[in-house]
């Protein structure tokens, strides 16, 4: 590999396969200019050094029918001492636009391109509204292997170090207590450095798996603070560590976000546990998978959202058809009538459901509906409502057309759908083989629940106004084939004898009419429907029972609130309610599963306010471990943009007395010892080890997890708090 | 005051001294309670209206009264939900007029700019004529400092404007406009306007009031229109089915009851 690239090292590609990519996990970008790259070895890591890296930004005219003077701007960016080179290209600003003369600037320094990109908004020969800028805000190290060529997907399965500190040791300035891989140490920070170091040296790890990138600042103060030098995370001599993001609060899609600081450290890759999406609710082996699709490199990918993954794709699919991917969309959906609007705003299908506990129900799911309707109807921003076809009406309600050309946003999930589909038939095959390998399911799971995500947020995506890629044609064009096909599957099912008791975007649950003389097979049912409507409809099987949950304040069905005993397995399915909440306190979940067995048993209401009498009993005589009490809440805010006294807002002024920092994004767990205060003691923190709790709280909330329960059967929380007084009544009178 | 048959053809009788042109309308419509004194008609060129809060109703209520008056199209570049086809369906006598108004939406500024400058070629690709273009709360998005530097929104709102003056008198008709609330940040949208109307809330209803124009007609205060959309909707139907369109079933068949002089509650007209 050479060691000195030219300053223009890339060509854009026509075809759609990466050719003759150069293989690298992580790049480092140091101020000079210069660009470490890593790749793996059998036993570690080698790296290249690369000078001459000049990041290319475009800019172009905001749409083809604006004559821009782009002159001006080459003499501009010419004169500018963070510019390499200006020069004219023919590109297309836009998947529906053809080639087109623009400005490519390249700029000295990955830092710089922002800046420089502000500054084709300040001649006033130019006013902001005529040009936009093209490839601006991406990540660093995506963008690199953009541009020169680069395949992040590591060629091995990468090594890992864990390290963790609990909260209370983020208390002070340096830590007390650290655990390095599977191993806590505690002590002085000589001693715990020690560990640390000793454990890097063995491993010589790829990734470091923090539980906060903190720990990568407050090691090398601890270092600094006891003059110790021999201290050292980086595989590069001359850079120990970066700060690449300072902690910050952000606006995205209309809602606050806040994002932790981010940290480098050379030849390595820092994986943030409290600011990972995708480590959350996949793994590690889920994320590789995005690193291959999106080109995002490891730590990219780790801290990415789903929507940075999604856009990542979509670049990439951009990057290969010659198209600039705006920094601001201009573009702007197309002028519809009302009536058209007026039918496109009904959303997504809903059947009413009927509220109540149904006896064998069985239940039918369109797999990856949303995804599979975009690839079957060819729903993408570059083909709605095409002009060429524009006499046409493929859309139904909406009268939109559909080019005949194939939409990008096809090849972008297509891949993606497929790719799940054999990653779950792999699955099962596993679990279903006679020695199933653990790990193996783990990292299909992994997978698989990282490619759900992406394919669950693309039909959001599509309706977000700053998504890049996102066109609201498609987003109502989805809705309307949806509602098309539910109805679709509606009339073949009543048809065959059944009778639709609750419907929600892509699931069906159905039992026998009594009115029909008998019923047709299901699978039959299910495999006319598929060939009817183009996307599976898969049997998903039987529930002796399932309830609806009513909405809280109103007779309606909540759509989302549901639980079921599956039919010839003991298991229940439940989505919505308390005991499928991750802040719901042990103690809770446990009852409410009791109570869901109970219901099972004895179909008796009365039955189930026995166990509630008794969880009562058992928490107003103290006898439950606050352990099994402790709340845990993920923080949204900080906490003086609360507006309400919560028992949130208390427990973070709690441990902000302490000394402890919890950041939006982070979980704060802890036990509710005196609701009535509107101070920091109305709670104590988890790691206080609580000996007391307050009955009264929890009683509140027991009752809650049982009106969740019984109000499928009319039980709301007013009947079950008059049946309580009963019996207490009768308890009196008994002494 | 009692009396409240629909027979009983007593208009509205306090008339603003101005307001010539709609006066000889009143006249010539004054055997009808079609509601001819509570909208002010909309001429070519700008009219900005203002609100005491959102003005949802009062815009569509408008568009609607002047789209049953005349031919043509409304092009309609909306802002945050300015739009609501709920709303619209709510008060149009007929589902005919949705497809009399062609919507399109921005939802960043950068969109609605687009949406302004692309409108040409979404009026000259169209069939029918324009009958008037409407834009809703132009500030709306340049006042948000994380999407845009103030300079950089005060040139694109500007740059807004003078195209949407530029499309009146190109197409010759009534671009109707609004803001989200009136300072100095949008005042430049007031200057640009050839006249004003405001709309505020009374005890006895949404009166519209301008240099020409002021609310006459008035509902009666026994309960039945006492919702703005109830009345605005009998009187929108009740003007269509002068001009002859057809009204839904759906819509309702009463006509504004006989309304009540104004002799109380009189403006000194701006
Ligand atoms: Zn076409």
């Known amino acids: 590999m050479s060691t000195n690239k030219e300053s223009k090292p890339w060509k854009l590609r026509s075809g759609k396969i990466w050719r003759h990519l150069i293989v690298a996990y992580k790049f480092d970008f140091l101020d000079d200019g210069r660009v470490l790259e890593w790749e793996l070895t059998a036993d570690g890591a080698d790296y290249t050094v690369q000078t001459g890296y000049t990041p290319r930004f475009f800019v172009g005219?905001?749409?083809?029918?604006?004559?821009?003077?782009?002159?001006?701007?080459?003499?501009?960016?010419?004169?500018?001492?963070?510019?390499?080179?200006?020069?004219?290209?023919?590109?297309?600003?836009g998947f529906r636009r053809q080639h087109e003369s623009v400005l490519a600037i390249d700029a000295t320094h990955v830092g710089a391109v922002p800046t420089l990109a502000e500054q084709a908004r300040q001649l006033p020969a130019i006013p902001i509204g005529d040009v936009t800028t093209f490839n601006v805000d991406y990540s660093r190290e995506f963008r690199y292997c953009l541009e020169t060529d680069h395949d992040p997907t590591p060629t091995?399965?990468?090594?890992?170090?864990?390290?963790?500190?609990?909260?209370?040791?983020?208390?002070?300035?340096?830590?007390?207590?650290?655990?390095?891989?599977?191993?806590?140490?505690?002590?002085?920070?000589?001693?715990?450095?020690?560990?640390?170091?000793?454990?890097?040296?063995?491993?010589d790890p790829d990734v470091l798996i923090c539980s906060s990138a903190n720990i990568i600042p407050t090691l090398y103060s601890m270092a600094d603070d006891d003059a110790i030098d021999w201290f050292s995370l980086s595989r590069w001599p001359d850079v120990e560590y970066q700060q690449l993001a300072t902690r910050s609060s952000y606006a995205s899609y209309g809602q606050i976000g806040h994002s932790p600081a981010r940290y480098n450290v050379p030849g390595r890759v820092i994986v943030d546990c409290s600011n990972s999406f995708f480590l959350g609710q996949a793994n590690l082996d889920g994320i590789l998978d995005l690193v291959s699709r999106s080109r995002k490199p490891l730590q990219e990918a780790a801290w990415a959202s789903i929507g940075n993954i999604l856009t990542a794709i979509q670049i990439c699919e951009a990057h290969s058809r010659d198209v600039l991917v705006?920094?601001?969309?201009?573009?702007?959906?197309?002028?519809?009538?009302?009536?058209?609007?007026?039918?496109?705003?009904?959303?997504?299908?809903?059947?009413?459901?009927?509220?109540?506990?149904?006896?064998?129900?069985?239940?039918?799911?369109?797999?990856s509906l949303y995804p599979n309707i975009i690839c079957t109807r060819n729903v993408s921003p570059d083909v709605i409502r095409c002009d060429c076809h524009a006499d046409r009406s493929d859309v139904p309600e909406l009268g939109y057309s559909?080019?005949?050309?194939?939409?990008?946003?096809?090849?972008?999930?297509?891949?993606?759908?497929?790719?799940?589909?054999?990653?779950?038939?792999?699955?099962?095959?596993?679990?279903?083989?006679?020695?199933?390998?653990?790990?193996?399911?783990?990292?299909?799971?992994?997978?698989?629940?990282?490619?759900?995500?992406?394919?669950?947020?693309?039909?959001?995506?599509?309706?977000?106004?700053?998504?890049?890629?996102?066109?609201?044609?498609?987003?109502?064009?989805?809705n309307a084939f949806a509602r098309e096909i539910l109805l679709t599957a509606k009339d073949h099912l009543e048809a065959g004898g059944w009778r639709v008791a609750h419907g929600i975007v892509d699931s069906i649950w159905v039992k026998p009419e009594p009115e029909a003389a008998d019923q047709q097979p299901l699978e039959e049912i299910a495999a006319t429907i598929t060939d009817d409507v183009g996307i599976e409809l898969e049997y998903e099987g039987e529930f002796d029972w399932v309830a609806f949950v009513p909405q809280r304040n109103s007779d309606g069905g909540a759509l989302?609130?549901?639980?079921?005993?599956?039919?010839?397995r003991d298991e229940f399915k439940i989505r919505g309610i308390e005991a499928r909440q991750r802040s719901t306190p042990p103690f809770i979940e446990a009852f409410q599963t009791e109570c869901l067995d109970c219901l099972?048993?004895?179909?008796?209401?009365?039955?189930?306010?026995?166990?509630?009498?008794?969880?009562?009993?058992?928490?107003?005589?103290?006898?439950?471990?606050?352990?099994?009490?402790?709340?845990?809440?993920?923080?949204?805010?900080?906490?003086?943009?609360?507006?309400?006294?919560?028992?949130?807002?208390?427990?973070?002024?709690?441990?902000?007395?302490?000394?402890?920092?919890?950041?939006?994004?982070?979980?704060?767990?802890?036990?509710v010892v005196d609701d009535e205060k509107r101070s920091r003691d109305r709670v104590a923190l988890a790691h206080e080890s609580p000996e007391r709790y307050d009955a009264s709280y929890y009683v509140t909330e027991l009752v809650r997890a049982t009106e969740s329960i019984l109000s499928p059967v009319g039980w709301k929380r007013e009947q079950i708090h008059e049946e309580l007084e009963e019996s207490e009544e009768v308890d009196l009178r008994s002494f | 005051m009692n009396d409240t048959n629909v027979s009983d053809r007593r208009l509205a009788v306090s008339q603003p001294a101005s307001g010539a042109k709609r006066n000889r309308d009143l006249r010539r419509d004054a055997s009808l309670p079609d509601g001819a004194t509570v909208f002010p008609t909309l001429d070519a060129g700008v009219t900005l209206l203002d609100g005491d809060n959102r003005v949802v109703a009062p815009i569509q209520s408008l568009v609607i009264d002047h789209l049953l008056m005349n031919d043509g199209t409304a092009f309609w570049i909306d802002v945050h939900g300015y739009a609501t086809t709920t709303q619209f369906t709510r008060i149009a006598p007929s589902q005919q007029l949705l497809d009399r108004v062609k919507v399109a939406r921005g939802f960043t500024p950068f969109q609605h700019y687009s949406v302004v400058c692309d409108?040409?070629?979404?009026?000259?690709?169209h069939p029918d004529d324009?009958?008037?273009?409407?834009?809703?709360?132009?500030?709306?998005?340049?006042?948000?400092?994380?999407?845009?530097?103030?300079?950089?929104?005060?040139?694109?709102?500007?740059?807004?404007?003078?195209?949407?003056?530029?499309?009146?008198?190109?197409?010759?008709?009534?671009?109707?406009?609004?803001?989200?609330?009136?300072?100095?940040?949008?005042?430049?949208?007031?200057?640009?306007?050839?006249?004003?109307?405001?709309?505020?809330?009374?005890?006895?209803?949404?009166?519209?009031?301008?240099?020409?124009?002021?609310?006459?007609?008035?509902?009666?205060?026994?309960?039945?229109?006492?919702?703005?959309?109830?009345?605005?909707?009998?009187?929108?139907?009740?003007?269509?089915?002068?001009?002859?369109?057809?009204?839904?079933?759906?819509?309702?068949?009463?006509?504004?009851?006989?309304?009540?002089?104004?002799?109380?509650?009189?403006?000194?007209?701006?």
Not at chain 1, 168 to 191: F, H, I, M, R
Not at chain 1, 459 to 468: E, P
Request: with cysteine.
């Open chain 1, 156 to 203: 091995r399965s990468p090594t890992t170090l864990t390290l963790s500190v609990s909260l209370p040791e983020t208390a002070g300035e340096k830590y007390g207590e650290l655990t390095v891989g599977e191993k806590t140490v505690s002590g002085d920070p000589a001693t715990i450095l020690a560990a640390v170091q000793t454990a890097i040296d063995d491993r």
């Open chain 1, 402 to 478: 559909i080019c005949e050309e194939e939409g990008y946003l096809v090849d972008v999930l297509q891949p993606l759908i497929d790719d799940r589909q054999a990653i779950k038939a792999e699955l099962r095959r596993e679990r279903a083989s006679d020695h199933p390998d653990a790990d193996r399911i783990e990292s299909l799971s992994g997978r698989s629940d990282a490619l759900k995500w992406i394919l669950v947020a693309c039909f959001g995506y599509q309706g977000f106004n700053n998504a890049k890629f996102g066109r609201i044609e498609c987003h109502e064009a989805i």
């Open chain 2, 119 to 125: 409108l040409p070629v979404a009026i000259d690709s």
């Open chain 1, 326 to 367: 705006p920094n601001h969309s201009w573009r702007h959906e197309q002028f519809k009538s009302m009536g058209t609007l007026h039918n496109a705003d009904r959303g997504g299908f809903t059947f009413a459901s009927e509220v109540g506990l149904h006896e064998n129900v069985h239940e039918l799911d369109f797999a």
């Open chain 1, 560 to 568: 989302t609130k549901y639980f079921g005993k599956h039919a010839n």
């Open chain 1, 61 to 93: 005219a905001r749409s083809s029918s604006v004559d821009v003077a782009l002159e001006a701007l080459v003499e501009l960016y010419e004169n500018h001492p963070d510019v390499a080179a200006v020069e004219r290209l023919e590109r297309r600003p």
């Open chain 1, 600 to 671: 099972d048993r004895t179909r008796s209401p009365q039955a189930v306010l026995g166990l509630l009498e008794r969880a009562i009993a058992r928490l107003r005589r103290g006898d439950v471990d606050p352990a099994e009490l402790v709340v845990r809440n993920r923080v949204s805010k900080p906490v003086n943009a609360y507006s309400q006294y919560t028992t949130n807002v208390a427990a973070l002024e709690r441990a902000r007395d302490q000394g402890l920092t919890i950041h939006p994004g982070q979980d704060v767990r802890y036990v």
């Open chain 2, 130 to 270: 324009p009958a008037l273009i409407v834009a809703p709360a132009l500030d709306a998005h340049y006042r948000n400092e994380d999407t845009l530097a103030t300079e950089q929104a005060e040139t694109l709102l500007g740059r807004v404007l003078a195209r949407l003056r530029r499309y009146a008198r190109a197409y010759d008709v009534p671009v109707l406009v609004g803001r989200t609330t009136s300072n100095l940040a949008t005042e430049p949208i007031a200057t640009m306007a050839d006249r004003q109307i405001h709309c505020e809330q009374t005890s006895m209803g949404p009166q519209f009031v301008g240099d020409e124009f002021e609310t006459t007609l008035y509902p009666v205060g026994d309960g039945l229109y006492q919702t703005t959309f109830a009345y605005w909707r009998a009187l929108l139907a009740a003007r269509a089915r002068r001009v002859g369109t057809p009204i839904d079933d759906s819509q309702p068949t009463v006509r504004p009851k006989a309304p009540k002089p104004l002799a109380t509650l009189q403006h000194g007209g701006r």
